[in-house]
């Protein structure tokens, strides 16, 4: 049997071989994840010599890490805006980029809520694990937060990741294709969403982890990849309160197209830069009077 130091060792040289660009930090988590621990008891008991049972299952995720499955989905979870989400292949994985895109609906509805008496609306679209719902919800207790998706099974995770965070009661989830899924007499002062915006032929050069184990449906944005901007911008208005805003995670490099979709029907068009320095987020007001359309 090995000991912690061990297989930490092992571990992170497996992964270091097969092209893993952060080995020690996945093979500690691993150890953490099966031990139930911290990395300071890793570091402080490394001597402890590992049980047959927490053997087979560290080596039951190495194995399956080293063929590419991504290692939320080897753990069932991941880190979200400092909350724990349930994650599975029926889900895209939550990235950190797409914190930005919570952080600012958060804000905006901040400042909404501070000039309204009515509770407020947030409709968040393509919702996939609910990291962007269940957070809006979570930051702000005054809102009332629709998600939609047309996968039933992603639903299912977004719901038990809602009950998690203890938001279940403000949240309703809808299955349907974007706006089929909500009544023509809604209206909402947000919208978000962060929908599938790769080009299809990129998918294929994707890493292989989310080429071959994230769900295609989340990734396939169309032959350009704006396939899902043009059917929501072209839509939103019709579901906005007066002065509500639409908000978008969009491509590195879709800045510039996503925002001239919106000028039509959107005042202060804005596009925001992720931590790297590329577009990521995009948002916009309604446009209000005959004149500013």
């Not at 008991?45 to 039951?60: F, K, T």
């Not at 989905?73 to 991941?78: A, K, M, R, V």
Request: aromatic residues 8%; hydrophobic residues 40%.
């Amino acid at each position: 049997m090995k000991t912690i130091k061990q297989f930490w060792l092992y571990a992170s040289e497996s992964l270091k071989n097969a092209g893993n660009e952060t080995p020690v930090l996945e093979a500690g988590v691993m150890l953490c994840h099966v031990l139930k621990c911290d990395r300071a008891y890793l570091y402080s008991h490394d001597d402890r010599v590992l049980q047959e049972a927490e053997c087979e299952g560290l080596e039951l995720i190495l194995q399956k890490r080293l063929q590419n499955v991504p290692l939320q989905y080897l753990l069932g979870e991941t880190e979200f805006m400092s909350l724990t989400f349930k994650v599975s292949p029926a889900v895209l994985i939550p990235r950190q980029d797409t914190e930005l895109l919570a952080e600012k609906c958060i804000e905006l509805a901040a400042s909404l809520d501070s000039h309204s008496g009515e509770a407020l609306r947030i409709l968040d679209m393509c919702t996939g694990s609910g990291c962007i719902a269940v957070s809006i919800a979570y930051y702000c207790p005054a809102a009332r937060v629709v998600a939609s998706d047309m996968s039933q099974a992603a639903l299912e995770v977004a719901e038990m990741n809602s009950e998690a965070a203890g938001v279940k009661d403000r949240l309703e989830f809808r299955w349907g294709d974007l706006f089929e899924a909500i009544g023509q007499e809604e209206r909402f002062d947000i919208i978000a969403s962060n929908p599938p915006y790769i080009e299809t032929a990129t998918v294929q050069g994707l890493q292989a982890q989310v080429r071959d184990h994230e769900p295609f449906m989340a990734l396939d944005g169309g032959a350009d990849g704006l396939c899902f901007y043009r059917r929501i911008v072209a839509a939103a208005p019709g579901f906005l309160k007066e002065n509500g805003y639409l908000v978008l995670e969009i491509g590195y490099n879709q800045g510039e197209s996503v925002s001239k979709l919106m000028e039509e029907s959107f005042d202060g068009v804005t596009v925001i830069k992720d931590l790297g320095s590329n577009d990521r987020v995009v948002l916009g007001r309604l446009k209000t009077g005959p004149g500013d359309a």
